[in-house]
């Protein structure tokens, strides 16, 4: 019964041992890509490289340019032309290395043909007050037009690829970086092998007191 009470003392240990590490061995894993392009009535691709984790939250920050005529000033900021941007022409989607893809903005998510604000930084994040869109072009973090916790539970490992088009002819997207953040935890396999040595180290030291 004694060294019955001892295991059970040693597993408990153990447990709250793992219960902590597993707690703390959550990780924000993020990749920047800086390849500048430019996109009229045509699209492409940018790969993001991550590490291994289960996804448990994503969010990605696209810095672009759309207005007429996007030639970018020598800030990098501000656009040269001064006429309508057609917001209604931009699309961006991203797809997880296991092959999820989630619409981030869709063609007609923004509307009208204002004059374009020149380079922003549009963040698309779940917890997000505001949805993406409207008549403006406008830097802030948005709710993507799908649910980014698509990706919940993926491994986090390999490229993610964001995907950037422009659907009409003339006043084409600048594009100038983008940065995606993805809050991961431990695979499984790998938690149960760091419960399993925090149980063999506590029943080796209650052997060692006893």
Known sequence: MKKLNTWIKASAVALGMCCTVMGAQASLLTATDTTFGSFDS?????TLALGAGLVT???ILIDFAKCDDPSIGADGTA????????NSEIVFRLTSPGGTTVNLVNAGTYSGSTPGTGRVSVGLDDEASTAVGGSLVTSGWFIPVSALSAFDGENALGNW????QDTVTFDRLDYFRSTISVTAVPEPGSMALIGLGLLGLAAARKRKQA
């Open 161 to 164: 690829t964001l995907f950037i």
């Open 79 to 86: 656009c040269i032309g001064t006429g309508s941007s057609f």
């Open 42 to 46: 045509s699209s492409g691709t940018r």
């Open 57 to 59: 939250d994503v969010n």
